[in-house]
């Protein structure tokens, strides 16, 4: 009997440790860093997303307004559950890696001016803004240079482009902020010239002169 209450207590022991262990692995995951970490990321896209949805709504009405205004597609959604798979495996291995405070709150700062940003272009321009390229010219589809388009040619790629790096940011997520920083660079890389084809169509010699002394906005791309 009193070999097998020492066993007992020897696995009593080892349970112990490892409810101790297990317990301290979910304060991790779940404790003060993952709840303001997540809860700034899920804020920041339910308000980035919403508000492009009631402004479409608000410049173009609603008949005119498809859920594509919401700018979520599955590319866009499979990247941000790596974005949280990776966020949720650092937190489990490498929880100090998320405990660099002036990272987060460097991301937040630049998340908040990314969206000022975008959000400016998209007032700024009315009507005119779309989120799908036009390649026919519509009447109320106008040239726009001044207020924030006379610092870039695109302000609501570049407002867009710090944002969605910067949530990564947020999160400490680094394998994340270089991902998205290179699949968003592309991506506008890309839709930048093929946009611009059309826009020199529609507005000729006015618009050859406002891209030469206009900076697109986004880096690298002219």
Known sequence: MSIFNHLLGDTKIEDSV??????????????????R???????????FHG????????????????????LISKNYLLAMILSLLEYFIEI??????????????????????????RKIAIITAGRAFTHVIKIY??????LITHGVY????????????????STQIMLCNPISTIAFAVVVWSFFADRIPYE?????????????????RTPSGIPFVK
């Open 18 to 35: 490892l409810v101790t262990h297990i317990s301290a692995s979910f304060s991790e995951i779940f404790g003060y860093t993952t709840c």
């Open 37 to 47: 970490q997540l809860s700034q990321m899920f804020l920041a896209i339910i308000f």
């Open 51 to 70: 508000s492009e949805y009631i402004l479409a709504v608000a410049f173009h009405g609603k008949s005119n307004v498809t859920l594509k205004s919401l």
């Open 92 to 117: 489990s291995l490498f929880p100090a890696l998320k405990e660099y405070w002036w990272v987060t709150n460097l991301g937040l700062a630049l998340v908040l001016i990314g969206e000022l940003i």
């Open 137 to 142: 010219h519509e009447e109320h589809h106008k």
């Open 150 to 165: 006379s610092f870039v040619r695109h302000p609501g790629y570049t407002g867009f482009f710090i944002w969605s790096v």
């Open 196 to 212: 611009e084809f059309f826009l020199r169509q529609f507005f000729g010699s006015q618009y050859e002169e406002y891209a030469q």
